[in-house]
């Protein structure tokens, strides 16, 4: 089946640093990702709408310029947290619907990164 | 976002038993209802799925049965396993009506399958 894939697995960084978590279709082009956010034992939240070559549709509440996301080809997106502090430190998962997917149909969920901020 | 409520929060049950974990949404656009399962530290992977043309879909030990008028749908486990012990969470998105795919979750539910 269709993969997703995330990078790194984990991350620590400082607080005020800034992390880039990148998420790659491995063997299908997505025009469109999604990125969440999950705390420990809770839900799984939608972030952002990642969009190939246009701006990405950010969630209410969410801050554009403390998650910054670029959708730069049909495999790969990118999310930067700017300026990390420890209240950021989550469980980031990004998917994909494969292409040809009408109605929700199947995503494809990527491993997660976890983020610690110190 | 539109809420998914799910119940309950946690649950045991003794292996070979039967796991029933429940969800109501509000939204009657949500036309696609998934049931994802998640290990710890691992990303959520799709079960089982349902749309509301069918009351009823089974796939192996695992029924989604859906109740429209009551806008509930819930997850069934059959002969429940050790294995089977992770959270969770059931979903529902309105692909066909121009929601873009995007799912919003119910709260999780962790069950643990004991021996």
């Known amino acids: 089946g269709a993969v997703v894939s995330q990078h790194p697995s984990w991350v620590i960084c400082k607080s005020g640093t800034s992390v880039k978590i990148e998420c790659r279709s491995l063997?299908?082009?997505?025009?469109?990702m999604f990125w969440y956010r999950q705390f420990p034992k809770q839900s799984l939240m939608l972030m952002a709408t990642s969009n190939e070559g246009s701006k990405a549709t950010y969630e209410q509440g969410v801050e554009k310029d403390k998650f910054l996301i670029n959708h730069a080809s049909l495999t790969l997106s990118t999310l930067t947290v700017t300026s990390a502090h420890p209240e950021d430190s989550s469980f980031y998962i990004c998917?994909?619907?494969?292409?040809?997917?009408?109605?929700?149909?199947?995503?494809?969920f990527g491993p997660g990164t976890r983020l610690t901020v110190l | 976002q539109q809420q998914v409520k799910q119940s309950p929060q946690s649950l045991i049950v003794q292996k070979g038993g039967i796991s029933i974990i429940n969800c109501a949404y509000e939204?009657?656009?949500?036309?696609?209802f998934p049931w994802y399962q998640q290990f710890p530290g691992k990303g959520p992977a799709l079960l089982i799925a349902i749309r509301p043309d069918v009351s009823e879909k089974k796939e192996g030990r695992f029924t989604i049965s859906f109740n429209k008028s009551a806008k509930q749908f819930s997850l069934h486990i059959m002969d429940s396993q050790p294995g089977d012990s992770a959270t969770y969470f059931c979903?529902?998105?309105?692909?066909?009506?121009?929601?873009?795919?995007?799912?919003?979750f119910g709260t999780g539910t962790q069950l643990k399958v004991e021996l």
């Open positions: 998917s994909a619907p494969p292409p040809g997917t009408v109605g929700g149909d199947t995503q494809y």
């Open positions: 939204n009657t656009a949500f036309d696609y």
């Open positions: 979903a529902a998105s309105r692909g066909l009506t121009g929601g873009g795919n995007k799912l919003t």
């Open positions: 063997d299908f082009q997505a025009t469109t």
